[in-house]
Nanobody, 122 residues
């Protein structure tokens, strides 16, 4: 059974920072891991992906502000979010998908956790 558990969401003011963490279980296909978010009212957007060979991809909207990292020995995937904006508000999901290219679109199609809420006030 695939299991991913996110943590670290919260409420911050614009310009602030948050760090999201994701713990995954052994059954997760760790080849392609990433984060996507659900923006109000109901838009899903790939945020960042991290392929097992080190390839990292970011959405243009977060480049220079977000940093994704993974630790395979600890089975964790983190997302450091700096200079947060009101438009970053949403539910953030950690996801896993066995996709060769590990694109931002691929990450929307895999398994994901329960999500964690991020709220940025302007």
């Amino acid at each position: 059974q695939v299991q991913l558990v996110e943590s670290g969401g919260g409420s911050v003011q614009a310009g602030g920072s948050l760090r999201l963490s994701c713990d995954w279980k052994n059954s997760v296909n760790w080849y392609c891991l990433g984060w996507f978010r659900q923006l109000p009212p109901n838009e899903r957007e790939g945020v960042a992906t991290f392929r097992s060979d080190g390839l990292i991809t970011y959405a243009d909207s977060v480049k220079g502000r977000f940093t994704i990292s993974r630790d395979n020995s600890k089975k964790t995937l983190d997302l450091q979010m700096n200079n947060l904006k009101a438009e970053d508000t949403g539910i953030y999901y950690c996801a896993s998908v066995p996709a060769k290219d590990c694109t931002l679109g691929d990450i929307l199609l895999g398994h994901w956790g329960q999500g964690t809420q991020v709220t940025v006030s302007s």
